[in-house]
Structure formats: C-alpha cells, structure tokens
C-alpha cells in the first residue's frame, strides 16, 4: 500500500522560509517522477515544481522560481520544497504526488497523493 505523507508546513511571515518533506512508502520511490501542488480556498490547484526519478530536472511555476527548490533523496524515500521569500499569496494547501515514469517532462496525471499540509503566511 503506497503511503505519502507531507510535513513542515505552518504559520509563517512574509519574507520567511519553511521547508516541507514528503516522506513515501510502499513504492519503489527512484522509479517515480514526483511532484508539489498547492490549493488555495476558491482557486484551482496549482502545480508547484515536479522532479524527475533521478532529481536531475526540475520545473517550476513561474509563480515560484526563484524562490522554491525543490529536491529529494532517493535513499531516504524523500521529497522537498524549500519555500524561501514566502508572500501571503503562497498560502495554500500543499500536496506531494508521485507518478511512476522515466519519460523526460512532468507527467501530466499523478497517481499517488499524500493529504496535504497547510502553509500560511501573514502580512
């Protein structure tokens, strides 16, 4: 049974930073290109960045490069977003998601899902 489960997110103040995991279990974590979404009351979800298996290539939102990185470490079966200059409109819900792949480029649908962690940030 594939279990992702996200943590680090919280109350933080514009200009701060926080550091979000997403630990996996019950998949081979290195055969798997993995992604962050975010959803915001009333908005659609946003895809955030998505790493390819070996964490070679990342891509980004224009909403966040430059100031999100993300990266993991296939040893520890770990996905992270390293949130820096956060502003209020990054308040959101964040999700990891994992799809099984070894094509270059985002997979367009993910198959595994965690159940998210909250990040608000004030003014």
């Known amino acids: 049974q594939v279990q992702m489960a996200e943590s680090g997110g919280g109350l933080v103040q514009a200009g701060g930073s926080l550091r979000l995991s997403c630990t996996a279990s019950g998949l081979a974590f290195n055969t798997y290109h993995m992604g962050w979404f975010r959803q915001a009351p009333g908005k659609e979800r946003e895809r955030v960045s998505c790493i390819d298996w070996s964490g070679g290539s990342v891509d980004y939102a224009a909403s966040v490069k430059g100031r999100f990185i993300t990266s993991r470490d296939n040893a520890k079966n770990t996905l992270y977003l390293q949130m820096n200059s956060l502003k209020p409109e990054d308040t959101a819900m964040y999700y990891c998601?994992?799809?099984?792949?070894?094509?270059?480029?985002?997979?367009?649908?993910?198959?595994?899902w965690g159940q998210g962690t909250q990040v608000t940030v004030t003014s």
């Open positions: 998601a994992a799809q099984k792949s070894y094509r270059v480029g985002c997979p367009a649908d993910f198959a595994y």
